[in-house]
């Protein structure tokens, strides 16, 4: 594993940490190797798993739903 344990890392950290990982998912998609496409992808699910545990009821927006979704038709056009 590369970098500190999540559940380690106190609130603040561990934003600052998916703030870091997602800011550089685009360019690791498209300019990584395999390995640290890999890589990327476990660190990024341990970071996002440990928010998720740590907050199991955080607010969801509506239109973030498959409901939501739905409601917003093709391509996130409302309808008519």
């Known amino acids: 594993m590369t ?6 890392l106190d609130d603040q950290q561990l934003m600052k ?3 870091a990982i997602h ?7 498209l300019h990584g ?5 890999h890589t990327h992808n476990v660190r990024m ?9 740590r907050h199991p009821r955080r607010p969801v927006s509506a239109g973030r739903t498959r409901e939501g979704a ?6 996130g056009v409302p309808p008519a």
């Open 33 to 37: 190797s395999n390995e640290a496409l």
């Open 45 to 53: 699910a341990q970071l996002e798993g440990e928010y998720l545990r």
């Open 3 to 8: 970098g500190v344990d999540p559940d380690r």
């Open 70 to 75: 739905r409601e917003r038709g093709p391509a």
């Open 23 to 29: 800011r550089t998912r685009h360019d690791t998609l």
């Open 17 to 19: 940490e998916l703030e």
